[in-house]
């Protein structure tokens, strides 16, 4: 089914928000909160869903034993810490009014026709079926897009508007490669296939490159009386222009620098010898800074170069200006987000008539203080 992908399409695996139980002895609710952010809490559950989305990751690398051990504490604190920043981004979207809605139904629509549902009815029961809950998908699927958008709003918007003409112009001669179109060329071939002696196979086509090189016979004409595949018949001619990046290695090694009319010594691929001629060539052409596409792709280019510090400066100032309290049992060494340190007394009938003695001096003083005041006044 569909529906088994969505684990992996919605980033954790998802619980039902029904609450996770043990068995010992009797059963006991064991979901919990494990740290509040804001008006938002995690729980635990989500916790350890989240865990085993990365454990389940960590095997399909291949690892495993001692290696898989390793590296997944080395993850634990950040599986908290991305569900904290997962959190604090979705409230920063509601703060900007960012509306997802649009992007959610879109998504859900695709798996109703990935999973033959005409209405969402039918796609919750196949989601239940297949063990998720339609409005926890569509909580997580919410956050997913908010978060995009609120670090494409935030952040790579931002760093998009301040590059300079200066950046632009640097990345994009230090990356001319990435702005030149490729070569292309139109070619014929002759095939001569390998027979059950592969010497005299090659010595055949060595000779026919031989002739086709001399130039006495012209290559159609050697096509049509050589060539052991169909297109020999019309004289061996390739139809489609072909970008030579797209040719395979050793064609390409061989034809890279050919000239119109050039022919190529015979090429061994995997089913016989392929002799090529270069019908016509367009040289690779570099489009130029000004065009359009390359002035949006420069910027995407350094915005990708500047961004992951940038996202960690953005997501730092949130948890700054956040309140986040985190269950001391689940705050780990080496995780990024700081709990913030409460101190809480417990209720006691003694800690309640402490403090209503305490009260009832200080407003004995204060009165006393009032009256000494006013029988100072002249």
């Known amino acids: 089914m569909k529906l088994l992908k969505l684990g992996f399409l919605l980033g954790v695996a998802l619980f039902s928000a029904s609450a996770v139980y043990a068995q010992s002895g009797e059963e006991k609710p064991i ?9 938002g809490v995690i729980m635990r559950s989500t916790y350890e869903a989240a865990q085993r989305e990365a454990l389940e990751e960590m095997k399909k690398q291949g690892l495993k034993g001692d290696e898989l051990e390793k590296k997944f504490n080395e993850w634990k604190p950040r599986i908290l810490d991305d569900l904290i920043n997962n959190q604090l981004l979705a409230q920063r979207a509601k703060d900007l009014s960012i509306n997802v809605e649009p992007q959610v139904n879109q998504q859900l629509l695709r798996l109703m026709k990935e999973n033959n549902c005409e209405s969402l009815e039918c796609l919750g ?15 997580v699927l919410t956050e997913n897009f908010s978060r995009d958008q609120v670090i494409g709003q935030e952040v790579y918007g931002k760093i998009y508007r301040s590059v300079t003409e200066k950046e632009k112009r640097e990345a ?4 001319l490669q990435y702005f030149t179109e490729p070569g292309e060329v139109k070619l014929s071939r002759i095939f001569i296939a390998l027979g059950k002696d592969a010497a005299q196979s090659l010595a055949r086509a060595k000779d026919v490159a031989t002739q086709a090189k001399g130039g006495v016979t012209d290559f159609p004409s050697l096509a049509k009386r050589y060539s052991e595949e169909a297109i020999g018949k019309d004289g061996g001619k390739l139809d489609a222009t072909i970008k030579i990046t797209d040719l395979a290695p050793e064609v390409k090694e061989a034809l890279e620098n050919a000239k119109i009319g050039d022919v190529s010594e015979p090429i061994k691929l995997e089913n016989g010898y392929y002799i090529f001629r270069v019908d016509e060539r367009k040289e690779p052409k570099v489009v130029p800074f000004e065009d359009e596409k390359v002035q949006d792709a420069v910027g995407r280019f350094i915005v990708g170069q500047k961004a992951e510090a940038q996202i960690e400066t953005f997501l730092t100032k949130l948890r700054d200006e956040a309140f986040i309290e985190i269950d001391p049992r689940f705050q780990f060494e080496g995780s990024k987000v700081k709990s913030a340190q409460i101190k809480r007394t417990p209720y006691s009938e003694e800690n309640a008539k402490t403090k209503k003695k ?8 204060a009165a006393e203080a009032e009256k000494a005041a006013a029988s100072n006044k002249p």
Not at 125 to 139: C, F, P, S
Not at 172 to 175: C, E, G, T
């Open 125 to 139: 029961q196949k989601m239940r079926e297949a063990g998720y809950d339609i409005e926890e998908v569509r909580k």
């Open 172 to 175: 994009y001669d230090k990356n």
């Open 31 to 39: 979901d919990e909160v494990i740290a509040r952010v804001n008006a």
């Open 358 to 365: 305490k009260e009832k001096e200080e407003k004995k003083k």
